[in-house]
Every structure is written in C-alpha cells, then in structure tokens.
C-alpha cells in the first residue's frame, strides 16, 4: 500500500506540471458541468417518462414470469396511494440518467481534460464507448441472466407463503441489482485512470490478485439478492473476467508501456 500511495503523489506531482486553473475556474467550470448534467438529465426525464409504462412493463416482467412459473398471482400490489406515482416517478428518474448518461460522461471528461496530456486526450471516444458499453453490458447481465434466477430460487423458497410483493419494495430489489452489477462492470475503466495516471500497474494487479478476489466475492455477497453460494459465485464470474481484462487494460496504457513503444517507433 505505501508503493500504490508513492505512485500516487508521483503522479500528482506531474500532473502538477501541466498548466492549470485557480481554484475559483475549479469551481466554476465544476458548477458548469453539473448544470448542464442536471439538464440532461431533466430531458432525459421527460422522454423516460412518456415511456412509463413501457419501461414499467419490462421491469416488471422478471417478478411476472417467476410468479406464474409458481402459479401465483401476478399482479403487485402496493400499500399507499401514492406508490404507483412514486414507482413511475422512479422509473423516470432512473431512466432519464441512463439516457443522459453519456452527456454526463462528456461533462466528466471536460472537467478532468485539463488536467490530461495532449497525448492523452484522444481517449476520450473510448472511454465514452466503452463506459456506456460496460455499464449497458452489466446491466443486460443482470437483467437477462441473474435477475430472472435469483427472482425464481426466492420465491420458490418460500412456496410455503403466500407473497405480497409491492411494487415500492421490488422497485428498490430491481435497482440494487441492475444498477449494481452496471456499476461493477466499470471496474476496467477505474483501472484504465488509475494505470493512465501511473498509480497502478499490470504486474501491482496480478501480483495481488488473491485480494482482489476475495474482494470481489465480498462485493458479489453484499448485491447478491440470494444468499446460496451459486448465484454468489454468477455474480463474481463476470466481475472475475473484468479483473482480468482490466490487467490487460492496465498493461496497454501505463506511461512505462507507453514510452517505451515511443522509443521503439522513434
């Protein structure tokens, strides 16, 4: 940990170098990027939200399907009159970030680009592509494969009972699930900064890949919805094969790697 907190200050240390803004431009640029993000995000809002019901129709699918497998009712209820606008309050919200996302992540790459080399800055197609990528990717993995199961081992546990699901609770299951394994899917891309900027590197990653693997099944158990060992072990699967990617990640574009294909070409 002290080698990772000396790469760390080596590589602010050299940021340091690049010409700056005080701290006043900080924040104002800061204020900037986070009024057009709320923009976004409002017009995303607004579209999510004519598509309310067709969103809601898709998320509700997963619970619908593994009710009638069990032949249960398969309409959810809610317990105060203000759950169904609630639920399609939320459904705008969730969507309208997801629509809004890659402007955001414009907006977040303004903001750090001056604190980048010329060099570096052509990344920022990739780093776009593959965020949204990664996070759509996590999402659907959720979604199409773990969701549906961890839904079906739930509710067949408890066969002996009957459910009342609400529409407020699955709402927060749901969220926690796809947005959580969205979420995990970036990990190539928190490497890609980290190994950009110096602070890691390929061999620092493969030499403590037994921690990192007991911290991805710790994260694995926490988003699990389930708490048997298979569904467990599906959630850390994917996040395993990004840990490995993200040591390819970190390999290509570390300064070292990337001086050293600059004297081979020169």
Same mark, same amino acid.
């Given at each position: 940990?002290?080698? =990772?907190?000396?790469?760390?200050?080596?590589?602010?240390?050299?940021?340091?170098?690049?010409?700056?803004?005080? =701290?006043?431009?900080?924040?104002?640029?800061?204020?900037?990027?986070?009024?057009?993000?709320?923009?976004? @995000?409002?017009?995303?809002?607004?579209?999510?939200?004519?598509?309310?019901?067709?969103?809601?129709?898709?998320?509700?699918?997963?619970?619908?399907?593994?009710?009638?497998?069990?032949?249960? #009712?398969? &309409?959810?209820?809610?317990?105060?009159?203000?759950?169904?606008?609630?639920?399609?309050? &939320?459904?705008?919200?969730?969507?309208?970030?997801?629509?809004?996302?890659?402007?955001?992540?414009?907006? !977040?790459?303004?903001? @750090?680009?001056?604190?980048?080399?010329?060099?570096?800055?052509?990344?920022?197609?990739?780093?776009?592509?593959?965020?949204?990528?990664?996070?759509?990717?996590?999402?659907?993995?959720?979604?199409?494969?773990?969701?549906?199961?961890?839904?079906?081992?739930?509710?067949?546990?408890?066969?002996?009972?009957?459910?009342?699901?609400?529409?407020?609770?699955?709402?927060?299951?749901?969220?926690?699930?796809?947005?959580?394994?969205?979420?995990?899917?970036?990990?190539?891309?928190?490497?890609?900064?980290?190994?950009?900027?110096?602070?890691?590197?390929?061999?620092?990653?493969?030499?403590?890949?037994?921690?990192?693997?007991?911290?991805?099944?710790?994260?694995?158990?926490?988003?699990?919805?389930?708490?048997?060992?298979?569904?467990?072990?599906?959630?850390?699967? #994917?996040?395993?094969?990004?840990?490995?990617?993200?040591?390819? !990640?970190?390999?290509? !574009?570390?300064?070292?790697?990337?001086?050293?294909?600059?004297?081979?070409?020169?």
């Amino acid at each position: 940990m002290a080698d =990772l907190a000396d790469r760390a200050r080596t590589a602010m240390a050299e940021r340091a170098e690049l010409p700056g803004m005080s =701290l006043l431009e900080h924040l104002q640029e800061l204020r900037r990027r986070i009024i057009y993000s709320i923009l976004s @995000i409002a017009a995303g809002f607004a579209v999510a939200y004519g598509f309310r019901e067709r969103i809601a129709a898709l998320m509700i699918a997963p619970i619908t399907q593994a009710l009638s497998e069990h032949h249960l #009712p398969t &309409k959810l209820a809610y317990l105060n009159p203000m759950d169904p606008f609630n639920f399609y309050l &939320k459904i705008g919200i969730f969507g309208g970030v997801i629509l809004a996302s890659p402007f955001i992540l414009y907006q !977040v790459w303004l903001f @750090i680009a001056p604190g980048l080399y010329q060099h570096e800055r052509r990344y920022v197609v990739p780093f776009m592509m593959a965020t949204v990528g990664l996070f759509l990717a996590g999402a659907f993995f959720g979604y199409r494969f773990v969701y549906p199961g961890a839904l079906a081992f739930l509710i067949g546990y408890g066969s002996q009972f009957k459910p009342v699901v609400t529409i407020s609770e699955y709402m927060e299951l749901f969220s926690t699930v796809i947005l959580g394994l969205g979420i995990v899917f970036e990990l190539p891309i928190l490497i890609f900064f980290l190994a950009l900027f110096g602070i890691v590197n390929s061999r620092w990653l493969w030499k403590n890949v037994r921690y990192a693997i007991l911290v991805i099944f710790i994260i694995a158990g926490i988003i699990t919805p389930t708490p048997d060992p298979l569904s467990m072990c599906i959630f850390a699967a #994917p996040m395993l094969f990004l840990y490995a990617v993200s040591i390819l !990640v970190a390999h290509l !574009v570390h300064p070292e790697r990337r001086k050293q294909k600059a004297a081979k070409e020169a």
